[in-house]
């Protein structure tokens, strides 16, 4: 089975402080990516990467920033954490070929204080 | 506009009853792909059918199945024989062809199953 694995589950921060979430998928997937998920919004892709070293901004990227130096690990930064990016973030990853089924991790629940 | 619309933000459903999740999409696309994902409070999204455009049979996955209707840009899933483990988050997304690796999500639906 395709595992992904994101590293926090949780993680409570202080405004202004700079925060990792890491991803990590062991089937040698090409895609990965970053959701956020709201309530009353479903998923909004943040970010995105189909290579190594190569990104591409989804529909909510303002605040965010990745990096994808190996194929397996996707991280996203959030510069200096505001209050209004307190959310469940989700990562996944896909083959390029195929029906581009995203497999996702289980989530990191990111509180902003 | 968007580009998935899930009017139910919940349902509920007796045990053992069938249920359906509407699901409208939005594209101007021929070729697309549409998926359906569950929820559950544990938080992981699982995958459980997708139907792609082209398809001419309507997508089946044990006692999940997409009523298709292209006509309508509508993909409702319908769940058989609910069970209380099927309660959940019920999520549709589209992949449009020229966004080839990405998923567009619904606002999602909760799913009650009571005993």
């Known amino acids: 089975d395709v595992k992904v694995t994101q590293s926090s589950r949780y993680l409570v921060k202080r405004t202004g402080e700079k925060v990792f979430l890491e991803c990590v998928q062991d089937m040698d997937h090409e895609n990965m990516f970053w959701y956020r998920q709201d309530p009353g919004l479903g998923l909004r892709l943040i970010y995105f990467s189909y290579d190594v070293k190569m990104k591409e901004k989804g529909d909510i990227p303002e605040g965010y920033s990745v990096s994808r130096e190996k194929k397996e690990r996707f991280s996203l930064i959030l510069e200096s954490a505001s209050t209004n990016q307190t959310s469940m973030y989700l990562c996944?990853?896909?083959?390029?070929?195929?029906?581009?089924?995203?497999?996702f991790g289980a989530g990191s629940r990111l509180t902003v204080l | 506009a968007q580009k998935i619309t899930q009017t139910q933000p919940g349902m509920f459903v007796q045990e053992k009853e069938a249920v359906t999740l509407d699901c409208t999409y939005d594209t101007s696309d021929q070729s697309y792909g549409l998926f359906w994902y569950k929820q559950p409070s544990s938080g992981e999204m699982i995958f459980l059918i997708y139907q792609g455009s082209y398809d001419e049979q309507n997508a089946t996955e044990g006692r999940y199945s997409l009523n298709f209707q292209k006509a309508r840009k509508s993909a409702n899933l319908v769940i058989s024989a609910s069970q209380l483990g099927d309660s959940a988050m019920y999520f549709c997304?589209?992949?449009?062809?020229?966004?080839?690796?990405?998923?567009?999500f619904g606002s999602g639906t909760q799913l009650t199953v009571l005993p």
């Open positions: 997304a589209m992949r449009e062809a020229d966004s080839a690796r990405q998923l567009t």
């Open positions: 996944a990853s896909s083959r390029v070929s195929g029906a581009n089924v995203l497999t």
